[in-house]
């Protein structure tokens, strides 16, 4: 059974989820060597954002296969390190999009009113109404920077607050803003005309002191800045001497440079609002992130595809019925074809034919990789670290489609270029199974699984059975046997299937019989998706 390290609390529903399919071990407040000495032992680790996963922790997980971070981030875990490892890593970035939304609308709204402030004062036996003059956020413009899952929702509600919406997100169409009623725009127009500045973007190289003292000067005299996703996006210091020169209006931030807080030159100050990192801090929330990042976990470690891996690619459920076969027939023809080629390689053609052609091919792709490389690594390789390691080898692959599949619903092709021909193999989904119904030219027809006999041969009659006779004195079994010829008499390929593993020296007994020019062992291990 596998076995799974949790180390920070997450929502009890989350952990049954876990505790019904693995066996769970609760070890929260692990320093670092604890947690590097404890990780060897386990599959799966599962953290929110207090746990540095850093490289050494991931290297340490010897049987490690996915990192699992309740919650959106995953700047606490070393994906870089995971990824080359073939390591996925999953998290739960859509559970708390709600939460975080209406935490920065309610922040919006505690800044228009002055509602923190005014609740101290009363606190505090004073009554200063005059003091706490507000305005309405109704007719203002609100800018987000950052308009994914989160920013959306922002946009949402504040439509239902009468506010005009620009936004700044490179990555998002205009068709797709206009769907929710939001002006895209550049961020120095967003700054020039934005009363309030809701950040929705996640803390990368690109995003890191994003808001410093030159952007900060960019915005509107007197505008509000809103931070609700993560620290570092804002030079704390230069936001203070923005609220010092009354340059800003006033600020609220959920998040910080350095957390716990200590020390921060914004604690209370009297124009800033601030709050403990509670984004994703509801009941909702909580339940929906341990649930979601319970489900990915078990979702990797059981061979599939995680809907929310940060490092690998997500097939939507509707499509998995029809793309999975396919994922599982690339692999195998990309071990297949590594086996039984064993010189030099100048390039691979991958060709996706039929009902395949439709279908979003990139799982596809890293099947086939992770198959190629796989036979010919001491790494383990997975769909998450294949392309990194193939970029490494320097290994080439083209691709086309074509609307055709002769008389097949799909086709996967496979042409391989070596240093002086070009090898195809031929592959297609038969009663949800992978086939290859082509190799090296010859029509066969069998399921790429197990232990294989390949033997490229003259024509001749006995041929069958002299092989057999060789794998019957060796007492190997031969549980299918395929033929293809390009005609009688001449070359000729057979692919037996077998239920042993075939020696060294049977194949050079085999080898040796007159008439057969090559003879391979191949050996199909079942892969992890």
Not at 114 to 123: A, F, G, L, M, P
Not at 159 to 186: K, W
């Amino acid at each position: 059974m596998d076995r799974i390290l949790v180390t920070e609390k997450i929502a009890p529903e989350g952990l049954a989820t876990l505790q019904a399919a693995a066996e769970v071990d609760v070890k929260l407040d692990l320093d670092t060597a604890a947690l590097n000495n404890a990780i060897r032992d386990y599959d799966a680790l599962v953290v929110r954002s207090a746990t540095k996963v850093t490289a050494d922790v991931i290297a340490a997980g010897e049987r490690l296969r996915v990192i699992g971070r309740a919650g959106t981030g995953v700047d606490n875990i070393d994906v870089e390190a995971a990824t080359r490892l073939g390591i996925i890593v999953v998290n739960a970035p859509a559970s708390n999009n709600v939460a975080v939304a209406e935490l920065a609308i309610g922040l919006l709204l505690d800044l228009s009113r002055q509602i923190t402030q005014s609740h101290q004062s009363v606190q505090a036996n004073k009554w200063e109404r005059s003091k706490f003059m507000g305005w309405e956020v109704r007719g203002k413009t609100l800018g987000l920077v950052g308009l994914g899952r989160i920013g959306s929702e922002v946009a949402r509600r504040a439509r239902g607050l009468e506010m005009h919406i620009l936004a700044y997100d490179p990555v998002v169409s205009f068709d797709r803003a206009a769907q929710i009623g939001v002006e895209i725009v550049t961020i120095e127009e967003l700054l020039v005309r934005s009363d309030v500045v809701s950040i929705h973007v996640p803390l990368i190289d690109s995003t890191r002191n994003l808001f410093d003292a030159a952007r900060i000067s960019q915005m509107k005299r007197g505008a509000y800045l809103v931070n609700a996703s993560r620290g570092g996006i804002v030079d704390e210091s230069a936001l203070l001497a923005a609220l010092e020169s009354n340059h800003l209006g006033g600020a609220a931030t959920d998040v910080y440079n350095t957390e716990p807080p200590s020390g921060n030159v914004l604690i209370g100050h009297p124009k800033v609002i601030t709050t403990p990192h509670i984004g994703a801090s509801t009941a909702e929330a909580q339940m929906q992130t341990g649930t979601d990042v319970a489900e990915g976990i078990l979702a990797a470690l059981s061979g599939g595809t995680p809907r929310y891996a940060v490092n690998a690619p997500f097939v939507a459920p509707e499509a998995w019925n029809v793309l999975g076969p396919y994922i599982r027939l690339g692999q195998q023809m990309g071990a297949l074809c590594m086996q039984l080629i064993q010189g030099p390689v100048r390039s691979y053609e991958l060709e996706y034919c039929g009902e395949l052609a439709e279908l979003d091919t990139h799982p596809v792709r890293l099947a086939v990789l992770q198959g190629l490389l796989t036979a010919t690594s001491v790494e383990r390789i997975t769909p998450v670290n294949a392309p990194l390691i193939a970029r490494e080898r320097g290994l080439r692959i083209n691709e086309r489609t074509c609307p055709e599949a002769e008389d097949y619903a799909g086709l996967l092709i496979i042409r391989v270029n070596t240093a002086d021909e070009q090898r195809v193999f031929c592959g297609a989904v038969l009663r949800d199974e992978p086939h290859i119904i082509q190799a090296d030219g010859y029509w066969v027809d069998f399921i790429p699984s197990g232990e294989l006999l390949f033997t490229y041969h003259r024509d001749r009659p006995g041929m069958i059975g002299r092989v057999g006779a060789i794998l019957g004195a060796a007492d190997v079994n031969i549980s299918g046997m395929y033929v293809g010829r390009l005609a009688p008499r001449e070359q000729a390929m057979m692919v037996l299937t077998l239920d042993e593993t075939l020696s060294p020296v049977v194949l050079d007994q085999i080898r040796a019989e007159p008439d057969i020019e090559k003879a391979y062992a191949v050996s199909l291990i079942k892969f992890n998706q």
